[in-house]
């Protein structure tokens, strides 16, 4: 559910802002971050997880999956 993270940026930044979650997970942040008008930065190390999130902000209203980068390994 992405409830608790929107109520939370709502009441913490403003339209345009940009929010980073550290641990960016399945995305739930991410989606919450377009469904309010927020950019936002995730970092995820595990490959799985970024599929997930790529996958659920996809299926979302605002279609941002062009904003996914792969680090290459040194």
């Not at 403003?14 to 930065?41: E, K, L, P, Q, W």
């Not at 999130?53 to 605002?62: G, S």
Request: aromatic share 10%; net charge positive.
């Amino acid at each position: 559910s992405i409830e608790l993270p929107t109520r939370i940026i709502k009441l913490s930044t403003f339209v345009g802002d940009v929010v980073y979650d550290c641990f960016m997970g399945s995305g739930s942040t991410a989606i919450a971050c377009v469904n309010t008008n927020r950019n936002y930065i995730g970092s995820e190390i595990s490959p799985e997880y970024c599929e997930l999130a790529k996958a659920r902000l996809a299926r979302n209203k605002f279609n941002r999956t062009d904003i996914f980068a792969r680090k290459n390994a040194a």
